[in-house]
């Protein structure tokens, strides 16, 4: 890691044995005893998706870095927005943190009124994990890979119906690419979340979904979904068997997603460097990274000014795409 942690820890134990720093070591007294009461940590999603699913990997080791119970609140609707902007409008005393795509920073691309500014209104406490996205259909499909999906769609006056976890996430941006690169039609629709995505899907209401690997891992091992594509320019380790996009002669982008966690702009940088540090202990730890592992996900240790530039660089990949195809929030 950068000597950025080196210099933090060398500062913090000098200030704990007074040597050398004078007023400069004193914690504000708004930063003083933090955290002493438990912190919500706000899912925008349903519960059992994607993102849910990596609260809950790390909530229990977090709760012990931090000394304070982390409690999961799930806060779906507005395409993930009603929950980040919550976040962002919270007291900002690091008490109310969330978990967000790295796609959030193109959300101000597709909505006038969102209540909050991505890169304004929240600071980025640090990366988690990352995860390949996924094209899958229901086990008795028809369609047997994604040549058989795109022939379907072009057979069709509507094309293919398309589900994934909400407007401006991964999933969505990833299927309605393909189409529009591929020349094949598609019509999205979006859910609250990847869980109730993969239900339908299920249930034969959907015709695929386009969604991160990480919350549908059970149902793709368990033989209820079969995966026909990673969007990803290299074969996943996760799914060698699948092909992706350079396999199949596609055209495309990389649909990795990856997920951040948040707080409000305004909150005290001791608060956040206390969060950053013990985020980055939890995803050190051994039980963190391999159950992490069995549901999909990578790990993903960063610096404050990284988990950043992660957002940053999702919106510009994706910025070109949404001013084309005119993506807008519903």
């Known amino acids: 890691m950068p000597s950025y942690f080196t210099r933090r820890a060398v500062l913090q134990r000098l200030s704990t044995l007074g040597i050398g720093l004078g007023a400069a070591g004193v914690l504000p007294a708004?930063?003083?005893?933090?955290?002493?009461?438990?912190?919500?940590l706000v899912v925008p999603y349903t519960?059992?998706?994607?993102?849910?699913?990596?609260?809950?990997?790390i909530q229990t080791k977090l709760s012990?870095?931090?000394?304070?119970?982390?409690?999961?609140?799930n806060r779906p609707g507005a395409s993930g927005n009603l929950g980040n902007r919550s976040v962002a409008r919270a007291a900002p005393d690091g008490y109310t943190i969330g978990i967000m795509p790295t796609t959030v920073g193109t959300f101000p691309l597709m909505a006038q009124n969102l209540g909050y500014d991505p890169m304004d209104?929240?600071?980025?406490?640090?990366g988690v994990a990352e995860t390949p996205s996924i094209i899958i259909v229901r086990k008795d499909s028809p369609v047997r890979s994604f040549t058989d999906l795109?022939?379907?769609?072009?057979?069709?006056?509507?094309g293919i119906n398309v589900g994934s976890g909400g407007v401006g996430g991964a999933g969505h941006l990833v299927i309605l690419t393909l189409g529009k690169l591929n020349n094949f039609p598609v019509t999205h629709v979006a859910y609250k979340?990847?869980?109730p995505a993969v239900q339908d899907l299920m249930g034969g209401n959907i015709d695929a979904a386009s969604m991160a690997i990480g919350g549908v891992k059970g149902q793709v091992d368990g033989g209820a979904v079969r995966p026909v594509l990673v969007?990803?320019?290299?074969?996943?380790?996760?799914?060698?068997?699948?092909?992706?996009?350079?396999?199949?002669?596609?055209?495309g982008v990389n649909g990795g997603v990856g997920y951040v966690l948040a707080v409000s702009s305004k909150t005290p940088r001791e608060i956040v460097e206390r969060l950053h540090g013990a985020l980055d202990?939890?995803?050190?730890?051994?039980?963190?990274?391999?159950?992490?592992?069995?549901?999909?996900?990578?790990?993903?240790?960063?610096?404050?000014?990284?988990?950043?530039?992660?957002?940053?660089?999702?919106?510009?990949t994706w910025a070109p795409t949404i001013k084309e195809l005119g993506l807008k929030l519903e």
């Not at 012990?64 to 609140?73: F, S």
């Open 47 to 57: 519960p059992g998706g994607t993102t849910d699913n990596i609260v809950r990997a």
């Open 30 to 40: 708004h930063a003083q005893g933090y955290p002493s009461k438990p912190i919500t």
């Open 121 to 126: 209104d929240l600071t980025y406490i640090g």
């Open 64 to 73: 012990e870095q931090l000394g304070q119970p982390v409690i999961i609140e």
């Open 281 to 316: 202990r939890v995803l050190q730890d051994k039980d963190v990274i391999e159950r992490m592992q069995s549901l999909s996900f990578i790990p993903t240790r960063t610096t404050l000014a990284e988990a950043r530039k992660m957002v940053e660089e999702q919106t510009t």
């Open 193 to 195: 979340g990847t869980a």
């Open 150 to 158: 795109v022939a379907m769609a072009r057979t069709r006056p509507g």
């Open 231 to 251: 969007a990803s320019v290299k074969r996943s380790p996760l799914l060698r068997d699948v092909p992706v996009m350079e396999d199949l002669g596609l055209k």
